[in-house]
């Protein structure tokens, strides 16, 4: 079965203060990773997709790295308005289905 | 209307009510999905429709019954629900393709079963 652990729960930074949200899996034939933001009472919005073994995409202070065991989310001098939850996700197999972590919840104070 | 969007945002019913839920996505894509959030837990997936064909269904209660008219459209109709249904119940919408293939999801239902 595909599992997917996001760590730590939640993350308090300074604005400024950079750090690394991490989400390991376990999967037979990765297809595809996947990062989401989610704000609160919103659908999660979805940020990047990471195919294979060393692949990185950045977006503005977010960048995503992928290894065979696990994923980084880098956030580069954070601000209040990075505060979210992170989710992480991933697609296996011939299987059409996401399974999701329970997400990191960021807080960036200013 | 752009992405993909969710009716009615925010629900309380009674445990005896019957409701559906709608989403529609204007994305063009072939497949659409259920998925309910509960606080402290990953997403769990539902129903899963492909080409208005349900391809999946993750051992869903049967007070949850899902249609899907066309590629774009999508309900959820709810009926003798139990207080632990209450969640965040959130559309997505995908393009199956072989390579892997992110889903686009809407803002979500915010149900509350009294």
């Known amino acids: 079965e595909d599992q997917v652990t996001q760590s730590p729960e939640a993350l308090r930074l300074q604005e400024g203060e950079s750090s690394s949200l991490n989400c390991s899996y376990t999967v037979s034939g990765l297809r595809g990773l996947f990062w989401y933001r989610q704000d609160p009472g919103k659908g999660p919005e979805f940020l990047f997709t990471?195919?294979?073994a060393g692949e990185e995409k950045e977006k503005e202070r977010l960048k995503a790295t992928l290894t065979k065991k696990e994923s980084f989310l880098h956030i580069t001098a954070p601000k209040p308005e990075d505060s979210a939850t992170y989710l992480c996700a991933v697609q296996a197999g011939a299987n059409s289905k996401l399974t999701f972590g329970k997400g990191i919840t960021l807080s960036v104070r200013p | 209307e752009t992405g993909v969007t969710q009716t009615p945002r925010h629900l309380v019913m009674g445990m005896t009510n019957k409701k559906s839920l709608k989403c529609e996505q204007h994305?063009?894509?072939?497949?659409m999905y259920w998925y309910k959030q509960s606080a402290k837990k990953p997403l769990e997936l539902m129903f899963v429709?492909?080409?208005?064909?349900?391809?999946e269904n993750n051992s869903v209660p049967s007070r949850f019954s899902p249609e899907c008219p066309n590629s774009s459209h999508l309900f959820l109709h709810l009926h003798t629900l139990q207080p632990e249904d209450s969640a965040l119940y959130l559309c997505?919408?995908?393009?199956?393709?072989?390579?892997?293939?992110?889903?686009?999801f809407g803002p979500g239902t915010r149900l509350t079963v009294t």
């Open positions: 997505a919408s995908s393009q199956m393709r072989l390579a892997a293939y992110e889903q686009y």
């Open positions: 429709y492909s080409l208005e064909e349900r391809v």
């Open positions: 994305l063009g894509h072939n497949a």
């Open positions: 990471l195919y294979s």
